[in-house]
Structures are given as C-alpha cells and as structure tokens.
C-alpha cells in the first residue's frame, strides 16, 4: 500500500543514503565546488619555469628572424632606386662594406647594410667583388648588381699605338690618355722596343703597366718571328733585324708591298749599296720628336752628317728609327726575292719598283708628271717619295 508521505528507501547495496527532499530556499544555494587539484612540486620547479621562458623567446627570435630574412631576401630581389644607367667604380682593396656603402650614397640601392649582409651569403668562400668600372642598368636590383661586380666584367678602354710611331710619340700618347692613372718613367725604353697595337684597360691601370705589357709583346713577337726568318739574311743579329723592320715600316704604310720593299733593302745590303731611305734622314734631323707636318726633307738633307742618314753611311743606322709591327719584321724576315734595287712613289699612295737605274730614273720621271710641279719651284728641291734619281742615286757596284 503506496504513501506519498513516505519516505523511499534506494535499494540496498547502491552505495546511497536515502534522498533527503531539500526546501527551495536550500535548492537555490550553489553546490561547493570541489578544489582544484593541487600543481605538482615538478611543476612548481623555477627550472621549468625559466625553459618555459626560453623556449617561448626562442620561438618568438626564429618568427622575426625568418620575417627579417624574406624581407631582406624580397629587398634584395625588387627593382633598385636607379633611374638612369650609370657607372660605379670599385676600386682594388675595397672591402665590402666600403662597397655597400658606396652604393647607398650613389643611390644605386637602398640599403647598404641588406645589400652587405645578403650579398656575404651569396659569394662563396675565397670570392669577392672584382675591382674594375661597371655600368649599372637603371632599375637594378641589389642582386642584379652584386652578380654584375662579382663577374668582373667592367668597361674597357683602350688606346691605339699604330705601328711607324717612335717610342717618344708612343709615350706622349700614354701620357695624354685621360683614363690611365700614374706616371711614365723618366728614361724612354729603346727605339724600337714597343709593340704597336690597340691595348684595352679598365679604369685605374697604371701607364706603366700598359708600357710594361707593350715591351714583353714587342719582344715575344720579335723572338718568334726571328726564329722563322730567311736562313739567307745578310741581317745577321736581332737588333739590326729590328732596325731593318723598322725602315721598311717607315717606308710604306701599305702591306701588301713591304715584303718587296724589304728586297730592295736586302739586294742592296748584300751588294754593299748604301740604303738611301729618306726616314732615317728625318730620324737623324728630328729623332723620337718626329718631323714637323709641314716640313718637307729637301736635298741639302742629303748630304747632312748624322750617324741615321743612310745617304752618308753604308749599312744600317745604329738603332731602330720606330717601332715597326708584325707585318714589316714578317717582311724582312721573310722578304721577296727579286732584283730590284730602286722604288719610287706611284702617285696613288703605293710605289713602282725596278731593276736598273735607268728604269727607275723613269718611273721617276713619270712620277714627276703625275705630281706636278709645285708652285714657287719648291718641288725641285724636295726629295722624291721613294729610292732617288739621277746624281743622286747610287748605282751598284760593277761585277767582273
């Protein structure tokens, strides 16, 4: 029989005591909440505590390093602040800070210290930006100009030594390069002795250098020319090979004719004939300094005393009269053979050769006649371009 007064009873055994109803005042009272468990003494440990901190700032150094490095690594890879290509010189012993700096206030980059730190990452060991003058694009990005400075690639200059010129002259054009740094020595090296050719150099090469890089050509050329020469020469020594060259350079500028012209000379070398060139005239009156433009060799030249005239000495002069190239030391090295022993001017820049005086006082003649005579009759006292004619002349000796 059922009482809702009664009081239930929960079964035996659930481990509960019976439901004691509660009034809603204490309904509505909170439950206590249990404590929290208590932390470890492991966890408590100021060592923990103090790794805890480390690994956090570590983790928080490695975020800004590697937000550092891709903004310097996209700093180093956009367009730089160049607008118009220009010229930067890195100079020998310059250090890459020295550089990075030079850059930045030449407003080719915009930051040295990226372009610095970035750039030391990029060359390997032992590498390093060359010295030398390099054109820098507008727009060029840091690495754009780190790979242009590591190539080594810069602008080259040059300078233009033709061959004919005295080392004098060769000098004075050394001298007067507005692009090459230093001074020349004070003694000229020997006539001669200079290899004509174009040299090319990068901004800040000292003119000694250059002279330097002449003197070494000159010689490696004359030593392997000289080694394949004509074993019939009566040229018998190097230097008198090289004196001989440089007449036969001084006597035509066309290259074609100066294995012929070299014959001439060699037929009368061997004859015992004076050689009679008109260069080293001008080289005995003028020396390295070269003959004034406007100063014609006139016959009283002729007969004038000096140890180059070839008119008054038999044989070669003491020394070279210029610098002669490749292809006048290839040319008497190597000379044609034939029986000429005269040349004159043709009067369309090259020159008729013969055998005998009187074809060759001929073709002088006609040389005249194409030439013309010059006014106030200063032709008849100027020599002819070429071996001369009539009294002048030497005839070779008669054989029995």
Do not use: H, W
């Given at each position: 029989m059922s009482n809702s007064n009664h009081i239930s009873e929960l079964p035996p055994g659930n481990g509960r005591?019976?439901?004691?109803?509660?009034?809603?005042?204490?309904?509505?009272?909170?439950?206590?909440?249990?404590?929290?468990?208590?932390?470890?003494?492991?966890?408590?440990?100021?060592?923990?505590?103090?790794?805890?901190?480390?690994?956090?700032?570590?983790?928080?150094?490695?975020?800004?390093?590697?937000?550092?490095?891709?903004?310097?690594?996209?700093?180093?890879?956009?367009?730089?602040?160049?607008e118009t290509n220009t010229h930067f010189m890195v100079r020998q012993g310059n250090g890459l800070a020295e550089i990075a700096s030079n850059l930045?206030?030449?407003?080719?980059?915009a930051d040295g210290r990226i372009f610095r730190y970035v750039t030391a990452t990029y060359l390997r060991k032992g590498?390093?930006?060359?010295?030398?003058?390099?054109?820098?694009?507008?727009?060029?990005?840091?690495?754009?100009?780190?790979?242009?400075?590591?190539?080594?690639?810069?602008?080259?200059?040059?300078?233009?030594?033709?061959?004919?010129?005295?080392?004098?002259?060769?000098?004075?054009?050394?001298?007067?390069?507005?692009?090459?740094?230093?001074?020349?020595?004070?003694e000229l090296p020997p006539e001669g002795s200079l290899r004509p050719d174009t040299y090319k150099f990068s901004r800040g090469t000292k003119r000694g250098e250059i002279l330097s890089q002449m003197r070494a050509a000159q010689q490696k050329m004359v030593d392997q020319i000289w080694e394949r020469r004509d074993p019939d020469l009566p040229v018998k020594s190097k230097e008198d090979f090289v004196v001989l060259a440089s007449i036969v350079e001084r006597e035509t500028g066309k290259e074609d004719e100066r294995a012929h012209v070299a014959s001439v000379f060699i037929n009368r070398l061997q004859k015992g004939m004076r050689l009679q060139s008109d260069p080293t005239i001008v080289y005995g009156l003028f020396g390295g300094d070269g003959k004034p433009s406007d100063r014609p060799i006139y016959k009283s030249d002729l007969s004038k005393?000096?140890?180059?005239?070839?008119?008054?000495?038999k044989g070669l002069p003491p020394t070279p009269i210029a610098n002669p190239g490749r292809a006048a030391l290839e040319a008497v090295a190597n000379p044609w053979r034939t029986n000429d022993l005269y040349f004159v001017a043709d009067g369309t820049g090259g020159h008729v050769f013969a055998p005998t005086l009187e074809e060759h006082n001929a073709n002088v003649r006609r040389w005249r006649k194409v030439e013309g005579e010059r006014a106030s009759g200063a032709g008849a006292a100027e020599v002819v371009d070429g071996q001369p004619d009539g009294e002048e002349a030497e005839k070779p000796p008669k054989t029995n």
């Open positions: 005591g019976p439901i004691i109803p509660k009034s809603p005042n204490e309904a509505l009272k909170p439950e206590r909440v249990p404590e929290p468990p208590r932390r470890s003494k492991k966890a408590r440990s100021q060592v923990i505590i103090f790794l805890n901190f480390v690994m956090t700032m570590v983790v928080a150094i490695c975020v800004v390093a590697v937000a550092a490095f891709y903004y310097m690594i996209r700093s180093f890879q956009q367009p730089g602040p160049l930045e206030r030449n407003g080719i980059i590498e390093t930006l060359k010295a030398g003058e390099y054109e820098i694009k507008a727009g060029a990005s840091m690495k754009d100009v780190m790979e242009t400075l590591e190539s080594g690639k810069s602008i080259l200059y040059s300078v233009v030594l033709p061959e004919g010129l005295t080392v004098r002259q060769m000098m004075l054009k050394l001298a007067e390069d507005p692009v090459l740094e230093g001074d020349l020595p004070a005393q000096t140890p180059y005239n070839t008119y008054q000495i």
